[in-house]
């Protein structure tokens, strides 16, 4: 995965989705893996330099808070590219208004239930090499404002051959505005809601 880091009041670059340590549901390889890359998380946020955690903060961060990995929130959904996808520019926390195209829809089922999310393209990012196959999944869900960070929540993705698309809610990460008023991040568009609670992924920074 690509990480998507967003720069103050600029553009958006990459951060990648990561997890945390903490109990894990069926522990196997995969669920480990999400482990270590939240622990890296963690660790990034502490000390980097690109951190979005105000220095203040970062003294006091223990880290991230996340819900307990679940398999059942790893999807596989039927992927629909779109033959001439459509160019808009995306609403941000900012008056920043960047170019993406909406690629395709993903159908999948979750909980027993089929919803739709629409999978974009951030027109300058298929600019940088390496970035080709990026695609980017912004959703908001009924934990938006509760268990969640109100502004709604992303997901990385990659374009892959063939009609199936994996997108895994346990990697589901903040913008960087959750946790500074600095940054400038996209909002969800309304059409990528999903009326449940997804509990996986990242939860609010501060209660």
């Given at each position: 995965?690509?990480?998507?880091?967003?720069?103050?009041?600029?553009?958006?670059?990459?951060?990648?989705?990561?997890?945390?340590?903490?109990?894990?549901?069926?522990?196997?390889?995969?669920?480990?893996?999400?482990?270590?890359?939240?622990?890296?998380?963690?660790?990034?946020?502490?000390?980097?330099?690109?951190?979005?955690?105000?220095?203040?903060?970062?003294?006091?961060?223990?880290?991230?808070?996340?819900?307990?990995?679940?398999?059942?929130?790893?999807?596989?959904?039927?992927?629909?590219?779109?033959?001439?996808?459509?160019?808009?520019?995306?609403?941000?926390?900012?008056?920043?208004?960047?170019?993406?195209?909406?690629?395709g829809k993903a159908t999948f089922l979750l909980k027993g239930r089929e919803f739709k999310l629409n999978v974009y393209q951030n027109i300058e990012l298929l600019k940088k090499p390496g970035y080709e196959n990026y695609l980017?999944?912004?959703?908001?869900?009924?934990?938006?404002?509760?268990?969640?960070?109100?502004?709604?929540?992303?997901?990385?993705?990659?374009?892959?051959?063939?009609?199936?698309?994996?997108?895994?809610?346990?990697?589901?990460?903040?913008?960087?505005?959750?946790?500074?008023?600095?940054?400038?991040?996209?909002?969800?568009?309304?059409?990528?809601?999903?009326?449940?609670?997804?509990?996986?992924?990242?939860?609010?920074?501060?209660?």
């Open positions: 995965m690509k990480k998507l880091f967003l720069l103050p009041l600029v553009f958006v670059v990459i951060q990648g989705s990561f997890a945390q340590n903490s109990p894990i549901k069926g522990g196997n390889s995969y669920l480990d893996e999400i482990i270590k890359q939240r622990q890296a998380k963690d660790s990034e946020m502490r000390s980097d330099d690109n951190s979005p955690i105000p220095a203040e903060n970062r003294k006091e961060f223990k880290g991230l808070n996340y819900f307990l990995p679940d398999s059942i929130y790893k999807v596989t959904a039927s992927f629909e590219r779109f033959d001439n996808p459509f160019h808009f520019k995306m609403k941000t926390t900012t008056d920043r208004m960047p170019e993406y195209a909406i690629y980017f999944i912004p959703f908001n869900d009924s934990s938006n404002g509760y268990e969640t960070y109100g502004g709604g929540r992303f997901i990385d993705g990659e374009n892959t051959a063939g009609d199936k698309l994996i997108i895994d809610f346990n990697t589901a990460y903040n913008p960087y505005c959750a946790y500074n008023h600095k940054y400038s991040c996209p909002i969800p568009p309304e059409e990528n809601s999903i009326p449940i609670k997804v509990e996986a992924g990242e939860k609010k920074w501060h209660e």
